[in-house]
């Protein structure tokens, strides 16, 4: 039995020129291989996204229901934000 299937795709003109220009400077054999590390790609970013959202997200908000105190409003956020954005802009002024 096959351990590999064949499909057919359609791409935008961009993206196939990018895969052929892959192919041609030598950095993978086969339009498949660019593809196959493509979809490897973005299986470890889905990883990624799905620990993080496991090991950080759902334990700060358990905190925060746990201890709704410990919120802050969005207009703090904002506020901070726009702070942040102006001591940056006044660092790169200098």
């Known amino acids: 039995m096959r351990s590999t299937q064949q499909l057919s795709?359609?791409?935008p003109n961009e993206m196939a020129d990018l895969v052929r220009a892959k192919v041609a400077k030598g950095e993978y054999a086969t339009e498949s291989e660019v593809?196959?590390?493509?979809?490897?790609t973005l299986?470890?970013?889905?990883?990624a996204v799905e620990d993080w959202l496991r090991e950080t997200v759902v334990p700060a908000?358990?905190?925060?229901?746990?201890?709704?105190?410990r919120a802050v409003?969005?207009?703090?956020?904002?506020?901070?934000?726009?702070?942040?954005?102006?001591?940056?802009?006044?660092?790169?002024?200098?």
């Open 9 to 11: 795709i359609t791409l």
């Open 61 to 69: 908000y358990d905190a925060l229901k746990a201890d709704p105190s």
């Open 43 to 47: 299986l470890a970013r889905d990883r």
């Open 35 to 40: 593809i196959r590390d493509g979809l490897r």
């Open 73 to 94: 409003s969005a207009q703090h956020v904002r506020s901070a934000l726009s702070n942040s954005h102006k001591n940056a802009l006044a660092k790169k002024g200098q």
